[in-house]
């Protein structure tokens, strides 16, 4: 037989990629970037942080000071600065914790720890809605992984003492979000501290927290932090307005991530001016406690109006409002519906979510007015229906 070369005809070598975006498609499930459009619920900008000119003064002030753009090298070589440093021992007495380390983003900090805390012979179980940098850190541990049911602290132990039936001897490491980010729920952080002072270690995601709730916007497991057995992650891309994360965790564990986590060894550092961002951007929280009770009443407001409106949507309580509708072509189409009125409100499908349960994801902020608050609840109002 012929090969295609020898037949004369090119090899469609893309074909098996175009196969697969026709598949997304025919699902109602490729993704497209669009630009920006629209008053911003679509964010997680939650405190108006990203352009704020406090924040853009700070950034300035820090370049003239000298601080570079990049970092030039791993923080092992030659990026590591006094900026980072200086950051992370500011972050670290800031959220309670004995110490933290900075990654470039929440997703490679998930992977690193998850891919290198968890040892051989332990058991990661982590929360049946974990995110999907969560569950790409299990994908590359060596312990065992197990999930329980969204928020079912009972459920955890349950699968725990399954694996201490079968012979794991190890430490549990309980992986959660402290409030979802497609759902807007809130994870039982003292039941799960509980269970992870007997069985190992809780890890609490705090990426939609972090600013927004807790004292001081410190996030809603700031009790439990500087526990020997408790790990924050805490992202700077969200509420802080700015880029990066920092992992909030005891000295030893640091320690293990600089010589042992390869998304921290084999990358180049955070931008030092992230670092710089960072640090204003904790000041601003403590300087600035105004803008976590403007969006606290904006959800509020939001709350009241659909409850008038379309009283059988139930309301999370938080700044993220998950507005389930079912059938992915169906909310896209809804969520087309309210874009095309001025609103920047995103359509969310499978597998960001379990199938079934496609979505409007409302996300509040301070880049939205109450009046935009109490309009997007009539155009939503008007929308629905016609589902
Ligand atoms: C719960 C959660 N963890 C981690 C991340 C990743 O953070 P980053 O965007 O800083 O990479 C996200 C981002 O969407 C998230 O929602």
Redesign the pocket.
């Known amino acids: 037989m012929k090969g295609p070369a020898e037949s004369g005809t090119a090899p469609d070598r893309l074909a098996v990629f175009r196969a697969d975006l026709d598949g997304l498609a025919a699902a109602s499930r490729q993704r497209r970037l669009i630009p920006r459009a629209g008053v911003d619920f679509a964010s997680?900008d939650y405190l108006g942080l990203a352009g704020a000119p406090r924040l853009r003064d700070a950034v300035r002030a820090a370049l003239d000071a000298g601080v570079p753009v990049g970092a030039a090298g791993s923080r092992l070589l030659r990026g590591n600065t006094d900026w980072h440093e200086a950051f992370e021992a500011k972050a670290a007495a800031f959220f309670g914790a004995e110490s933290a380390l900075g990654?470039?983003?929440?997703?490679?900090?998930?992977v690193a720890l998850i891919s290198t805390l968890p040892q051989r012979g332990d058991l990661l179980v982590m929360d049946a809605l974990?995110?999907?940098?969560?569950r790409e850190g299990a994908r590359l541990t060596r312990a065992a992984v197990a999930e329980f049911r969204h928020n079912d602290a009972g459920h955890a132990a349950d699968v725990i003492a399954d694996w201490r039936r079968g012979g794991g001897r190890g430490a549990a490491w309980i992986a959660v979000?402290s409030?979802?980010?497609?759902d807007g729920d809130r994870a039982p952080l003292d039941d799960l501290a509980a269970l992870a002072e007997r069985e190992g270690f809780l890890i609490v995601?705090e990426?939609?927290a972090t600013g927004v709730w807790g004292p001081g916007g410190r996030g809603l497991g700031h009790a439990l932090e500087g526990r020997e057995c408790v790990i924050t992650?805490h992202?700077?891309?969200?509420a802080l307005g700015g880029?990066?994360?920092l992992l909030c965790l005891p000295r030893v564990l640091r320690a293990f991530l600089v010589n042992r986590a390869r998304p921290f060894i084999f990358a180049t550092a955070p931008s030092p001016l992230m670092a710089a961002a960072g640090a204003e951007a904790l000041d601003i929280l403590r300087d600035e406690p105004d803008r976590r009770q403007r969006l606290h009443d904006l959800v509020a407001l939001f709350g009241r109006e659909m409850a008038t409106r379309l009283p059988h949507l139930p309301m999370s309580g938080s700044q993220i409002v998950p507005l389930i509708v079912g059938a992915d072509a169906d909310a896209m189409a809804l969520a087309g519906r309210v874009q095309a009125a001025g609103f920047d409100v995103r359509g969310i499908r499978p597998p960001t979510v379990p199938p079934g349960t496609a979505r409007l994801r409302v996300s509040l902020t301070l880049n939205a007015s109450a009046a935009d608050v109490t309009r997007l609840a009539e155009v939503l109002e008007d929308a629905w229906p016609a589902l």
């Open positions: 997680n990654f470039t983003g929440g997703y490679p900090a998930n974990s995110h999907a940098s969560t979000e409030l979802y980010s497609m995601d990426a939609h992650l992202t700077l891309g969200k880029s990066g994360a």
